[in-house]
């Protein structure tokens, strides 16, 4: 499987490769119509590291079940320990949002932040293999993007609980100053990655 995985790995990299389709069956397992083969949740979510798409179709009724996999995949992987990414606030926050006037509106806005955060990872990445020069240990600045990461998860959250469903009218004033708040902190990111990509290399 690993070998298959990698190899669909780099079709989907170029855009050629149409989705994998796997199969869901009764018993629960799933079958990669492409390799021929059963696989896992853990082989699925490879597949997404190494940007490969698929889609689960329900083997019984056709289905398209690719939603309720993934957060499967989300799931398991939150249940390992020392790989969880959804901290315990941001959680109860989102399942508030269900059933609400703002349940249409999250989606996208969700989408459009980790595109933005997938991009800012991006630039850090390249900056710290730009200053590293691919040698060990890591340069004296790898605090500051490992900082980085971390106020950008905050600024996520901020940025979430702008979009409270219970909150009243009369915290206009104050959601504007926290927008401002989270403007400041945008451009404050968009600075230190600026100064950190023109930083020369240490010796």
Do not use: C
């Not at 397992?29 to 190494?50: F, G, H, I, P």
């Not at 698929?54 to 289905?63: R, S």
């Amino acid at each position: 499987m690993a070998g298959s995985t990698a190899t669909t790995g780099a079709q989907g990299a170029e855009g050629a490769a149409p989705p994998v389709v796997v199969k869901k069956y009764a018993n629960r397992r799933l079958y990669n119509t492409e390799a021929s083969s059963y696989v896992t949740l853990d082989d699925l979510a490879k597949m997404v590291r190494l940007g490969r798409d698929f889609v689960v179709y329900d083997a019984k009724t056709g289905d398209d079940i690719t939603r309720s996999v993934l957060t499967q995949i989300i799931v398991e992987a939150e249940s390992k320990e020392g790989q969880s990414l959804l901290p315990t606030p941001f959680l109860r926050q989102l399942i508030g949002y269900y059933g609400g006037n703002l349940q249409g509106l999250v989606p996208r806005y969700l989408e459009f932040a980790m595109a933005s955060f997938g991009r800012q990872q991006d630039q850090m990445r390249r900056t710290m293999e730009q200053t590293m020069g691919g040698l060990i240990p890591f340069p004296a600045n790898f605090g500051n993007l490992e900082e980085l990461g971390k106020q950008n998860m905050a600024m996520m959250e901020r940025a979430m609980t702008l979009f409270a469903p219970f909150a009243r009218r009369d915290d206009a004033a104050e959601g504007g100053s926290d927008r401002e708040a989270m403007r400041a902190e945008i451009e404050a990111l968009r600075q230190e990655l600026a100064r950190l990509k023109g930083k020369p290399p240490k010796d």
